[in-house]
Each structure stands twice: as C-alpha cells, then as structure tokens.
C-alpha cells in the first residue's frame, strides 16, 4: 500500500512539480537522484501521517484573509467568489469540502459516533457534487452548443452525472461500474440520504460494527470513486483525497478480544 500511495502521489497529485514522472520507474528514478533512497521512503510511508516529500502538495483549500479583498476566478478569468474584509475564501470548493469530511471522519472514529458519520458522508457527497460542478462550468464555456445543465428546473442526480456526463466530458471513457468503489458509493448514499438528508422516525441508532463499516467504505465509495473521476477527466487530484484511499481500515474491538 505505500508504494502504491507513492506512486499515486507523484503521478496523479495536484504537485507543481515538472516534469511529473509518467510512471513507477521514473518516480524511483527521480528520488534516488534527490537522495532518497526508495526502500527507506517505503518504509518511511507505511506511516499514514508521514508526508511524501516533493509530490505531497500540504497547502489547503481555505485561507485566511486579513483584509483587503480575494477573489476567485475560473478558467475564463470570471469572478467565481469573492470576499472583502477579513474572512476566509476557499480556492477549491471540491477539496474544501473533503477536507470537511476527513475531519468529520477522524472525529467520528475517535467518538464512534454514527452522528458525525453521517457528517463525512454529508460532505462527501458535497465534494463530489462540487467536482462536477467545476468540471461542468469548464466544459460549458468551452462548449456552448452541448451545455451539460444542473439547475433548479433540471436537477440531475449525482448517479447520472456519473454515468452520462462523464463520457462526454471525457471523450468517451466511462467510470468503471462493476467496482466495489459503485457499490460502496450507492450503499453510502442511501444511508446519507435516508438519514442526513430526509430523516424519518422520532428515533435513529446504528451498531458500532456499522459505524466503523460504513466508515471503511468512505475510503471506496466516495474517497477512491472521486480520485478515478479526476483521472478520466485529466485533473490532478488533491493530496487529502489521495490519502484517503490509504487510510487503513478501522475495526471494533471487544474488550474480551483484549484480554
């Protein structure tokens, strides 16, 4: 798993990096240039809190402003937000989003707390909506005669936008849906949308075997599933979301599994 992080990191990262290694080899090639011998940073990344040097982009999506006035273009050079005074702008609203959720994730695993599960769900599901949204706005500009529309008087579910209007943003390639990566995706949506979005009942509850289930397959349904729409589309992907797929698993221990 940690070279497969490495390799992750150097090829599909949201780095600055030039040239970026097309491939293992010339990732290993490169680090042993720098230095770094490969065996000892494989060891090194088996870590889930180390950070990868030279490909790991640390920067966040959110910053602090002091004063004065920050504005967010798109690629047309249009104002997408703006703030004046102090405050805080986000830069990526997809990876602000996820950021969001890891958190609530960490939280939810220190708690075990199916509450803040639904939360990293909640924001999941969010960072995916916002990926297309942004993906959308390019495509859009770019190509005025077939307009792919989400609005008010045309909702498009998120499972179709998977399914259609990733084709055609990409030229034909399709997300693979005989993964596990669909099937944890549609199981974590039902639970956010049966129990985050339209709670029903005076009551809710889940066995902490669930939590910690549901909170595996956040790395599958929405962490990985999210890293492949980057892909198909040819954006790099921010590091959060790249860790996420290696976060290891969480599993509930009895105390007579301790003794």
Known sequence: MAIDKIVSHTLYGDHHHQPRPRNKNEAEIFFRKVGIDPQ??????????????????????????????????NDA????TSVEGPGQISL???QSNFETSVKARDRAIRNSSYRL???????GFASIEAYFYS????????NPEN???????????LETKIIEWIPVMSGGRS??????????FKTLKRIRDRNAMHPSGSGQGMTYKKIADQLNSFRHGIAHLLVNLHLLLNTAVPAVI?????????EVVSVEDLS
């Open 242 to 250: 790249l860790n996420a797929i290696y976060h290891p698993d969480g």
């Open 77 to 80: 050079g249009e104002v997408e």
């Open 135 to 142: 993906s959308a706005g390019r495509w859009n500009r770019k």
């Open 40 to 73: 000892a940073l494989i060891k090194s990344m088996r870590d889930p809190s180390e950070n990868l040097p030279y490909f790991e982009n640390l920067i966040g999506s959110t910053w602090e402003i002091s004063g004065g006035k920050a504005q967010v273009l």
């Open 147 to 157: 307009r792919l529309i989400d609005n008010k008087s045309n909702k498009v579910p």
């Open 117 to 123: 599960l639904y939360e990293c769900l909640t924001f």
């Open 92 to 94: 990526n609203s997809c």
């Open 175 to 184: 997300f693979d849906r005989t993964n596990r990566q669909w099937s944890d």
